[in-house]
């Protein structure tokens, strides 16, 4: 997706949430196309969120990070953890039969 359609809807001075931040890419997009917005970035997986930290590297101060997931309801639950190709589709809800690929 071109990120650059965001910037019609976006104003510079916004709250963004990047829910499963994965490494951080889309954090980093965030953080220099809006030059004032604080992200606030969540990430679930402990290596992912490792990850996600460690690139960010400029604009620090504009940037929360996040080690949990977002849900409808407040507690622990289990994190279904996906790996290989498919390592950016981790969730809280039961995997299907596209991890088995």
Same mark, same amino acid.
């Given at each position: ?41 969540? &990430?679930? #997986? ?5 990850? !996600?930290? *460690? +690139?960010?590297?400029?604009?620090? &101060?504009? #940037? ?5 997931? !977002?849900? *409808? +309801? ?16 981790s969730s809280l809800m039961k995997p299907k039969e596209h991890l088995n690929i």
């Amino acid at each position: 997706m071109d990120k650059n359609i965001l910037r019609k809807y976006i104003p510079n001075n916004s709250v963004i949430l990047d829910a499963g931040a994965f490494n951080g890419g889309d954090t980093n997009d965030f953080l220099n196309m809006f030059p004032e917005c604080l992200v606030l970035a969540f &990430e679930p #997986v402990s290596e992912l969120y490792k990850t !996600l930290t *460690n +690139s960010i590297t400029v604009h620090k &101060e504009r #940037v929360k990070t996040f080690n949990i997931a !977002l849900d *409808n +309801s407040v507690g622990k639950k289990e994190m279904y953890i996906s790996s290989g190709y498919s390592n950016q589709s981790s969730s809280l809800m039961k995997p299907k039969e596209h991890l088995n690929i």
